[in-house]
């Protein structure tokens, strides 16, 4: 493994990992204790196609380019180092991913006989940090990567959906190393044709955690409102007494989630290609270095039943351990992703405490 192609690989390596499952002796999945790969931003998510060059693809840009961050916890590793090998390729789905909803390994080594489209992608200069070590005991990297036209040229070739304007992704797939764990994560970078009439149409942009509010209480007679809520200041940060919990709910949903016109088929029985208003559905991801969240994971989705029209629950609930652990200050990681490529995170940390 080249030095210039581990580099490239650590930026990358961050989005998809969907972790253990919890229950019976397995880890919790929002409890993080060994290397896991959170999550993986591009800037920009999605790339905006001229659609006259899908009917000549040679006259496709020689390359596209966007900025990779990866997102990798590693509580249990200290400052060990952490190589990355990062290829791209067309995303491709076998039965056993499409069954499973799943990643597994989507991209082959392009020096093997067979390399199934697959590209290196381009390294960061040499004088680029291969891990930036933060004060959260994870690490967080950047990576420029260009795409060359060859792999844009033999996406849409094996994509007649794509041909036909539907979004076309390309996978980043990552694989993680430190120590003697290691990890394959995937992320998609979505290139799209804007849908006629909607040229003007900018391309996705991430996601954001806008805010945070913590509390201690909520009233489920009042169709489960929170009690005496407040904002998360990290100078201040909130106390959790061992084997108490506490609420966390992200805000910025209302003004995150954007609206978009894309394609869509009909449900006929000869399906048409018409242009549709969507909405954003944004999806919360909760991961803590010690006791657990319940639910794992919220999102925007209006609830079949609707008892509360106006509100849609978006909080998680941290149980905190009853036993203190080595060190009293925990770190929480809070994962946002939208259907459209886009993702980031926050994080910060609080105190558990004796009762």
């Keep these: 493994m080249s030095r210039s192609t581990r580099a490239l ?42 659609p006259t060059l899908l009917t000549d693809l040679s006259r496709l840009p020689e390359s596209f380019s966007t900025t990779v961050t990866a997102l990798i916890a590693d509580p249990a590793g200290g400052d060990r180092p952490i190589t990355v090998d990062a290829l791209a390729c067309p995303r491709q789905i076998d039965a056993v991913t499409a069954a499973t909803g799943k990643n597994g390994i989507v991209c082959k080594d392009p020096q093997s006989p067979d390399p199934d489209r697959s590209v290196a992608v381009t390294p960061p200069p040499p004088e680029s940090p291969l891990a930036v070590r933060t004060p959260f005991g994870d690490a967080e990297l950047q990576i420029p990567s260009m795409l060359p036209r060859e792999l844009m040229e033999r996406a849409y070739m094996i994509d007649p959906s794509a041909k036909l304007g539907f979004q076309l992704p390309i996978a980043f797939q990552l694989a993680v190393a430190a120590g003697p764990e290691s990890e394959i994560a995937v992320k998609r970078a979505i290139f799209t044709v804007p849908p006629p009439d909607h040229a003007e149409q900018p391309a996705n942009a991430n996601p954001r955690v806008t805010g945070l509010t913590t509390y201690a209480l909520r ?120 259907e459209r490529g886009g993702a980031s995170w926050m994080k910060g940390r609080f105190l558990l405490a004796a009762p």
């Design 9 to 50: 690989l650590l930026l990358l390596a961050g989005a998809l990992s969907p972790g253990a499952a919890g229950c019976g002796n397995f880890q919790d999945v929002t409890t993080v204790v060994d290397l896991r790969v959170l999550a993986i931003r591009a800037d920009p998510p999605e790339i905006l196609i001229d």
């Design 219 to 338: 009233d489920d007679r009042a169709m489960a409102r929170a009690i005496d809520p407040q904002p998360f200041d990290p100078d201040h940060p909130p106390t959790v007494p061992l084997g108490g919990s506490l609420w966390f709910e992200p805000q910025g949903a209302d003004t995150e989630a954007e609206s978009y016109f894309a394609r869509a088929l009909t449900r006929e029985a000869t399906p048409q290609v018409v242009v549709s208003e969507f909405k954003e559905t944004l999806r919360y991801a909760f991961f803590t270095t010690v006791g657990t969240f319940s639910p794992p994971s919220t999102n925007t989705v209006p609830p079949t039943i609707r008892t509360q029209p106006d509100h849609i629950h978006l909080e998680s609930k941290y149980q905190a351990p009853t036993v203190m652990p080595a060190d009293p200050s925990v770190v929480f990681w809070i994962v946002v992703r939208d």
